[in-house]
T-cell receptor
Framework: EAGVVQSPRYKIIEKKQPVAFWCNPI?????LYWYLQNLGQGPELLIR????????DSQLPKDRFSAERLKGVDSTLKIQPAELGDSAVYLC????????????FGDGTRLSIL | GESVGLHLPTLSVQEGDNSIINCAYS??????FIWYKQESGKGPQFIID?????DKRQGQRVTVLLNKTVKHLSLQIAATQPGDSAVYFC??????????????FGKGTLLTVNP
């Protein structure tokens, strides 16, 4: 079974530029999550999707961050414009549903803002 | 112990020894717990989970113990190998809905296995 696939693995951009990350979850997983992970810390949830619906985006900075999961499978996370403090690893995870089920993570996109 | 900023709790063991990684969780309403292993440059990898109606669960070379009275979780790794070197995170999931209905990660522990 293929795992969660994310691209790109690395992204370096200048501040104020836009950036987008892509995630393909495990086949059959209805719930998709975007997390942010700073160095030395655990992942923190940004947004959770149930199929194509964003059911929890309370931690997403909506002035510059946006996400979509149009067909309930792949998802993109966008930052526009990026700020220096956005440098982090952006992780995508998926699970069968949002009940007590293991979440499986991709290897993330490491974003560096110059 | 507690860590601040980039300073993770660390555990250093010899190859072949048993390792015990501890985690104190915060929410007494949490009813599902997961241990993850994260190697450098990779995402967290699921190791084992446990539900609150259990106090022990075993996997291959790993055992998770749950003490709900003191809100403590531990991960035991038997016959630790160099490939076990990584940061280990515990994560808790509340049983109720609402804004807290999300997986919350604890501070990681860096395990180093010396050959």
């Amino acid at each position: 079974e293929a795992g969660v696939v994310q691209s790109p693995r690395y992204k370096i951009i200048e501040k104020k530029q836009p950036v987008a990350f892509w995630c393909n979850p495990i086949s059959g997983h209805n719930t998709l999550y975007w997390y942010l992970q700073n160095l030395g810390q655990g992942p923190e949830l940004l947004i959770r999707y149930e199929n194509e619906e964003a059911v929890d985006d309370s931690q997403l900075p909506k002035d510059r961050f946006s996400a979509e999961r149009l067909k309930g499978v792949d998802s993109t996370l966008k930052i526009q414009p990026a700020e220096l403090g956005d440098s982090a690893v952006y992780l995508c995870a998926s699970s069968l549903d949002s009940s007590n089920q293991p979440q499986h993570f991709g290897d993330g996109t490491r974003l560096s803002i110059l | 112990g507690e860590s601040v900023g980039l300073h993770l709790p660390t555990l250093s063991v010899q190859e072949g020894d048993n390792s015990i990684i501890n985690c104190a969780y915060s929410n007494s309403a949490s009813d599902y717990f997961i241990w993850y292993k994260q190697e450098s440059g990779k995402g967290p990898q699921f190791i084992i989970d446990i539900r609150s109606n259990m106090d022990k669960r075993q996997g291959q070379r790993v055992t998770v113990l749950l003490n709900k009275t003191v809100k403590h979780l531990s991960l035991q790794i038997a016959a630790t190998q160099p490939g076990d070197s990584a940061v280990y995170f515990c994560a808790e999931f509340p049983g109720s809905g609402g804004s807290n209905y999300k997986l919350t990660f604890g501070k990681g522990t860096l395990l180093t296995v010396n050959p």
